[in-house]
């Protein structure tokens, strides 16, 4: 069994930051790609960045220069540090891990999301 835990969203206003983390706990033999999506209101979910697990990354181009990912292997913990935060950066983030459990298999895990409300 594999839980992700996220945390970190909430209201913020234009030009604030947040930093949201994602924390994979079980039966965790390694993890290969971590990514953060996003989904907002009435909008397909969409790729925001993604890291692999040898530390390249990937940005969309609409964050590319405001938001950094990163991960730590060792708690199992992958971050997204957003700033400049804009109005339509508002949705729900979730997290995706592309995790090799102990028994040998890969599967990928969702976080349960948290919201990001960017408003004045």
């Known amino acids: 069994q594999v839980q992700l835990v996220e945390s970190g969203g909430g209201l913020v206003q234009p030009g604030g930051s947040l930093r949201l983390s994602c924390t994979a706990s079980?039966?965790?033999?390694?993890?290969?790609?971590m990514g953060w999506y996003r989904q907002a209101p009435g909008k397909q979910r969409e790729l925001v960045a993604a890291?692999?697990?040898?530390?390249?990354?990937n940005y969309a181009d609409s964050v590319k220069g405001r938001f950094t990912i990163s991960r730590d292997n060792a708690q199992n913990t992958v971050y997204l540090q957003m700033n400049s935060l804009k109005p339509e950066d508002t949705g729900v983030y979730y997290c995706?891990?592309?995790?090799?459990?102990?028994?040998?298999?890969?599967?990928?895990?969702w976080g349960q999301g948290t919201q990001v409300t960017v408003s004045s």
């Open positions: 079980g039966t965790i033999f390694s993890i290969n790609v």
């Open positions: 890291i692999t697990a040898g530390g390249s990354t």
């Open positions: 995706k891990l592309n995790i090799q459990t102990t028994r040998g298999f890969e599967y990928q895990y």
